[in-house]
């Protein structure tokens, strides 16, 4: 059974930092490419950056330079460090796996930036 578990959401002002985990198990994690996946309310989701087996980062635009993800494969997590958010980050974010064709999903982690 695929279990991907984030945590580290929550409230934060703006200009303020979180990092978001993602635990997964069930899967042969060092062959996925990770990703951070967000969905404001009335909004698509987002895709906000990934990191594939071989460490190669793709990061969305409006995110660039304020966001870091990372994983560590002895420990099967995936991390999202996201400095100088702005009230335009708030939104549930989505831990994704991915191989080939299969994909999977966690249950997501709600992040607010608010004053």
């Known amino acids: 059974q695929v279990q991907l578990v984030e945590s580290g959401g929550g409230l934060v002002q703006p200009g303020g930092s979180l990092r978001l985990s993602c635990a997964a198990s069930?899967?042969?994690?060092?062959?996925?490419?990770m990703g951070w996946y967000r969905q404001a309310p009335g909004k698509e989701r987002e895709l906000v950056a990934s990191?594939?087996?071989?460490?190669?980062?793709n990061y969305a635009d409006s995110v660039k330079g304020r966001f870091t993800t990372s994983r560590d494969n002895a420990k099967d997590t995936v991390y999202l460090q996201m400095n100088s958010l702005k009230t335009e980050d708030t939104a549930v974010y989505y831990c994704?796996?991915?191989?080939?064709?299969?994909?999977?999903w966690g249950q997501g982690t709600q992040v607010t930036v608010s004053s």
């Open positions: 994704n796996a991915q191989r080939g064709v299969s994909a999977h």
């Open positions: 990191i594939t087996p071989f460490l190669s980062t």
């Open positions: 069930g899967i042969i994690f060092n062959l996925n490419t």
